[in-house]
């Protein structure tokens, strides 16, 4: 996994999903900004708002365990100065061989003093979106 | 109702929620991008991407004629130079009395030769957030 400072959104995406599928806190949060104005929406969920409040979720959800694999379908990318907004199907694998309904998600990530990192990750279930519809590949 | 072309993310995005309490799709799209990179998340539904799908999940969605009035709870803003970024929670009364589960979104806006406009909305259930909490306002 690329180690942080991330030069590119796309490089701290990564580190998002390689984090998420290692369940490995520490590199989970090394991809988030460091400033509290971040904000994370998690399938169901309400926009958790504030470093402390999304720490506390992964802390939840990377206990779990699970192991999962993401592969990721980007559908739109929006970029400006120093924000860049990636739209995307996460088709989900887990262990146990079977496949989850997928999430559409918007990630956003901000140019900061330390490169790029995510400030926001809003995901929602997409039960309408079949594996394979369109060709997911991982990025 | 603001018409276009719309100064600011703000008075765009107070046209997409007046556009969608009345059931006005000309209103509606003239919010909306006119380029073809827009995409829309309706919740539970997949990532609808272009102009065209757009169009039409808004013809039939303000087609079926419920009445909705939103009371919007401003989470978080991020601005870039030309990308506003609004997450909120939408508190949703409709017609009949009753309120629905509120949704979390994530509006994007861009300025472009015709002003601010709306290139993506994602909307998802968020059935944890209860109406009155935080204090919603119409902005």
């Given at each position: 996994m690329t180690p942080p400072p991330f030069d590119s959104a796309?490089?701290?995406e990564l580190a998002f999903y390689r984090a998420f599928e290692a369940n490995d806190l520490d590199a989970m949060m090394a991809v988030w900004d460091d400033a509290d104005d971040i904000v994370c929406i998690h399938p169901m969920g309400p926009a958790l708002n504030g470093r402390s409040a999304v720490i506390d979720s992964w802390r939840e959800i990377l206990s779990g365990?699970?192991?999962?694999r993401f592969s990721l379908?980007?559908?739109?990318?929006y970029n400006a100065d120093n924000l860049s907004i990636h739209l995307l199907n996460e088709h989900i694998d887990?262990?146990?061989g079977n496949r989850v309904a997928p999430?559409?998600?918007?990630?956003i990530f901000r140019l900061g003093a330390h490169g790029w990192r995510m400030v926001s990750h809003h995901a929602s279930p997409n039960p309408g979106t079949h594996s394979g519809k369109a060709n997911p590949q991982l990025h």
């Amino acid at each position: 996994m690329t180690p942080p400072p991330f030069d590119s959104a796309d490089q701290a995406e990564l580190a998002f999903y390689r984090a998420f599928e290692a369940n490995d806190l520490d590199a989970m949060m090394a991809v988030w900004d460091d400033a509290d104005d971040i904000v994370c929406i998690h399938p169901m969920g309400p926009a958790l708002n504030g470093r402390s409040a999304v720490i506390d979720s992964w802390r939840e959800i990377l206990s779990g365990g699970v192991a999962m694999r993401f592969s990721l379908e980007m559908v739109q990318i929006y970029n400006a100065d120093n924000l860049s907004i990636h739209l995307l199907n996460e088709h989900i694998d887990v262990a146990s061989g079977n496949r989850v309904a997928p999430m559409a998600a918007t990630n956003i990530f901000r140019l900061g003093a330390h490169g790029w990192r995510m400030v926001s990750h809003h995901a929602s279930p997409n039960p309408g979106t079949h594996s394979g519809k369109a060709n997911p590949q991982l990025h």
